[in-house]
C-alpha cells in the first residue's frame, strides 16, 4: 500500500518525508487556505520535497475553467496530479487530462457508483471519503471493499483507490486489508501507526538491562579492530 500525506504543511511534509514512508501527498483548498500559503507556491515546494504524486485540486467548476487551471497547475511540477471533483464536468475534465497524459485524482466519492464513472473517465486515482461518510452513520471502508472488488473484475480499469477521509489507524489497517492501493494520511494519523504502549514498555526494559551490563556495541567493535591490527 502506498502512503501519501494529506496535508499542505511543508513543515510537517518535510519531517514525514524524512522517514522514507511517504509515496505522495494530497491538498485540496481547505488545508491550502489552513496553511496560509500561495498555491503553487505551496505545491512547488511539496513537489521538490516529494517526488510522487502531489494533487492539487482546481476551484473552477465548468470544464472550460477546469481545463485552464489545470494547465497552470500541471505545469507548476511534472509529478502534479489534477484533482477535479466528482461532478460531470470534473469527470469531462479528467477525460481531456488523461488523453494529455496527466495524472488526474477525482475527489469527493461517496458510492461505488461513481466510482465506476471515475475509472471509466480515466482517473489515474478515485478518492472515496470514508471518514465523511462514517460521521453519517454508514460504514465508509465497505465503500472501499465495494470499490476494490468491481476495479478487479475490470482489468482494463487501470484507476488506483486512495482512501481518504481517514481519521486513525483502524481505518488504515481495514484499507490495506481490503486491498486499497492508497491511503491518504493525515500527518497525525501516519505518526500514530508507529505507537503502541509494548513497544515503548519493552524497549525501555531492554535498555535498562543493557545499561546494566556496562557494555557498548561501538566500544566492543573497535576493541576487536584494534586486536585485529
Ligand atoms: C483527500 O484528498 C482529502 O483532502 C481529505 O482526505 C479530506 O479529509 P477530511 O474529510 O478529513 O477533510
Not at 496535508?7 to 522514507?20: K, M, S, W, Y
Not at 507556491?41 to 489545470?70: N, R, Y
Not at 507548476?76 to 484533482?83: F, R
Request: net charge negative.
Amino acid at each position: 500500500m502506498k502512503f501519501f500525506v494529506d496535508t499542505a504543511d511543508l513543515d510537517e511534509i518535510r519531517d514525514l518525508a524524512a522517514t522514507g514512508l511517504v509515496d505522495g501527498v494530497t491538498t485540496n483548498p481547505s488545508l491550502i487556505a489552513k496553511s496560509g500559503r500561495n498555491m503553487l507556491d505551496a505545491i512547488a515546494e511539496i513537489c521538490d520535497v516529494v517526488p510522487g504524486p502531489v494533487s492539487a485540486e482546481v476551484t473552477a467548476t465548468d470544464v472550460d475553467g477546469m481545463l485552464a487551471e489545470a494547465d497552470v497547475l500541471a505545469s507548476v511540477a511534472a509529478n502534479v496530479a489534477i484533482k477535479v471533483p466528482l461532478t460531470p464536468d470534473g469527470l469531462k475534465t479528467c477525460k481531456a487530462l488523461r488523453d494529455r497524459d496527466i495524472m488526474v485524482n477525482v475527489t469527493l466519492c461517496f458510492s461505488a457508483a461513481q466510482a465506476i464513472l471515475a475509472a471509466k473517465a480515466g482517473a489515474t486515482f478515485i478518492s472515496p471519503f470514508v471518514g465523511r461518510l462514517d460521521d453519517l452513520g454508514q460504514r465508509g471502508l465497505d465503500l472501499i471493499e465495494d470499490i476494490v472488488e468491481i476495479y478487479d473484475a475490470y482489468p482494463d480499469f487501470n484507476t488506483e483507490v486512495l482512501v481518504a477521509s481517514i481519521r486513525g489507524p483502524a481505518h488504515v489497517v481495514e484499507a490495506a486489508r481490503v486491498g486499497a492501493h492508497v491511503s491518504t494520511l493525515p500527518p497525525g494519523v501516519l505518526r500514530q501507526l508507529y505507537q503502541h504502549p509494548l513497544t515503548d514498555k519493552g524497549l525501555s526494559a531492554f535498555l535498562k538491562d543493557w545499561e546494566a551490563t556496562g557494555q557498548s556495541i561501538i566500544e566492543q567493535a573497535e576493541q576487536r579492530k584494534d586486536a585485529a591490527e
